[in-house]
């Protein structure tokens, strides 16, 4: 979870680089990452992943064993390898702030540097804005979802890799997830942990009632966990315990299997009959935002969803179809126009109005009563320090308007692409 | 891309461990990973990520800033934080090698330990595992489907974050494919890195045969990229550059859009008309097991498939559905009945024959003409010293007889779950 060596590169940005440095071809460069097109269904993005992709940027440096193993290759010489070691990022970056809402072809980041500086970061530039804005984007549907109900995230195991996991959980936080089960998560950002107990601790107990009584002595207010045997009997279980050790013993009970509707009705029933109407329901598998929805729409008496796979390993969108493309050369458009995934040339900046997005060049006046979404944040290879926010800020930032937008062209650009 | 920290723990896991010390419950307990269902089509999975679980196990320590931060949360008491500073994992491991086939309910790692050790480390082994195994076993399904042609590894850019990239090129390469762009992988790994151009290195040059010839010149033998602005216009730039150059010049040309099929077989027979038989056809972009599939059945020309985004995080399989549940404690076996969650009890062992698999208990006698496939691995918390296999060695393991093999219950275990 370090920022990636400088080595996390694909092998071509490599021999590119090598070329361009022979060929004296350093020129400024100017490259947006961008999502082609929204998931199915999507109405917008969340960007996230900016402050790692800026420590990657601002710490880029070839160390003495990244360049000892390049050596090994056949492909670079020792002229190229002295000049990686002395290579610093020193561009200019252009991005929304983390939290805000992006759309389809909105740059995610603007990098605005030497060619062979621009060229190498692609690989980590798209790796760590892309997923992080994936899994904002996809918990945010879920905080939509929840109608104010509390969402928490639950998906570490899950997720790609232990940096997976803990990016992940910051990712949902900012998105409005309450909290994560990652003790690293909390730890490295500050982010409320949470926990309920697993299946396991029931069973090395001598019988289920055991168990509740054993934790909720040790924590008063915990959640109970009530589906090993049969739920029914949990939530009997459950009522027992919060019965004998009183008020506040037991803070929820949680439901990991079965008909979710169904059995929370029941729970809640039965809770309330026994005048335990202060013990929440928390329900936790397979939820995704389809599911909350359906949950909601028909009343499940639900206070809490706990989020895993498909919050931070998303079936409907693995990744984000997304592309670091070159938009401007030593200060001239460029556009490729591959069949079916043609980019976009000039350096863009996106306006907002209240309902309304437009894109242009850079250097066009935005419409009135808009705002630029691309912000400075870094130059020269140091990051504005301003552009620090706290993870709350951005949790904030991320929670205003997500209605959809239009997304208009303005002039100056919209008979792009051409390369001329 | 270092060990995960002992803080890459679901705080469930901490709560329940200090309860376990409290009680004394430190008896053993055994704990399997398991894939209860392949995904839609799938015949088997590639077992991988042992290593790396291995690894944070032999080295699981709490640090002094890890417990300083346990310290600042409600939940933990300082005699639990000073347990914790001397824990250790202790316990023995049983595994099928890396690039073994698995299949659904046999172990893909099995803890024998004292309670609080084997249940602290659920989400370190389920999140190290499950992940490599995922994308062995997709990426086995696109070597399977090449037929014999190369395929190679592109999608790191596409990875859920560094760790998640270089673990996939690992994945992928026991898998069988022959390289990775990935520059990282291949340092820590010793994979084969390869890597062509991308659409800016065109686009920064004047023309498009400017670009070609100056990347040729540089590197004899490359791969040219030749859709950028048009397929059949990129094809011809490749064929004058080659024979400007003379033979060997040009390698390859690559194809990243547009219908491979037809491209393959313009640009092959532009290609064989101009007298160069000998330069190869790579296609990228989309590809997974199926793409490939058709391709191969529809005799397409191509002799090198670049796979990336369906490979590091397939759609099929965003995740594999996998558990770490509890199997037995204090030589007591246990499992849960969750509704369409049930675990089964008792600690098992795999025999495998030429077209069967026997999943029984650890202390049957295997069936005649088979070998188990859970192996140890680790004892007393020490890796044993032959299990550290090379990746070619486990790349050799995995090339073995992927056919679908029956799997059947030994009478000892079939009548389970149930608690008694």
Not at 40 to 50: E, H, K, M, R, T
Not at 190 to 202: C, E, Q, V
Not at 378 to 384: F, I, K, Q, Y
Request: charged share 25%; aromatic share 8%.
């Amino acid at each position: 979870m370090n920022t990636p060596s400088a080595l996390f590169v694909d092998l071509y940005e490599l021999t590119m680089a090598q070329v361009y440095y022979d060929r004296g071809m350093t020129a400024q460069a100017v490259f947006e990452l961008t999502v082609r097109q929204l998931p199915d269904g999507w109405d917008y993005l969340i960007a996230a992943g900016l402050d790692r992709a800026l420590d990657f940027l601002e710490h880029l440096r070839f160390a003495d064993d990244d360049l000892a193993f390049l050596s090994t290759l056949p492909q670079f010489d020792q002229a190229f390898i002295d000049q990686l070691r002395n290579l610093r990022f020193t561009g200019d970056v252009w991005a929304p702030p983390e939290g805000t809402l992006v759309y389809p072809h909105e740059p995610l980041i603007q990098v605005v540097a030497p060619l062979p500086e621009a060229q190498l970061v692609e690989t980590a530039m798209i790796n760590q804005l892309a997923y992080a804005t994936l899994v904002a984007s996809k918990a945010a549907r879920a905080v939509d979802a929840a109608a104010g109900k509390t969402v928490v995230e639950f998906g570490g195991r899950r997720a790609h890799g232990s940096e997976a996991a803990v990016e992940a959980a910051r990712a949902a936080y900012i998105a409005g997830f309450e909290a994560t089960s990652s003790v690293e998560a909390g730890r490295r950002y500050g982010i409320p942990t949470t926990g309920t107990m697993a299946h396991s601790f029931i069973l090395a107990e001598a019988d289920e009632a055991a168990a509740f009584d054993a934790f909720a002595s040790r924590y008063p207010g915990t959640t109970l966990l009530v589906d090993t045997y049969d739920t029914a009997a949990g939530v009997t279980n459950a009522i027992r315990t919060a019965k004998q050790r009183g008020h506040g013993s037991v803070g929820a009970i949680r439901i990991d299997s079965g008909d979710f509707l169904n059995e929370s009705w029941q729970a809640r029933i039965k809770l309330d009959t026994a005048g335990l109407s202060d013990i929440r329901i928390v329900v936790s598998g397979g939820l995704d935002e389809y599911r909350i929805a359906e949950l909601e729409n028909a009343n499940a008496p639900i206070d809490v969803y706990a989020c895993g796979t498909f919050i931070v390993a998303p079936t409907d969108a693995p990744t984000l179809d997304s592309a670091y493309k070159m938009v401007e050369y030593d200060a001239r458009p460029v556009a490729k126009r591959s069949i079916g995934k043609p980019s976009i040339g000039h350096r863009k900046q996106v306006w907002r109005s209240a309902d309304t997005d437009y894109i242009g060049l850079s250097r066009d006046t935005g419409p009135a009563n808009t705002v630029p979404v691309l912000e400075a944040v870094m130059r020269s290879g140091r990051r504005l320090a301003q552009e620090e926010p706290s993870l709350d800020e951005i949790r904030t930032r991320a929670a205003a308007g997500r209605s959809r937008r239009d997304i208009q062209w303005l002039d100056s650009i919209q008979n792009f692409p051409d390369r001329t």
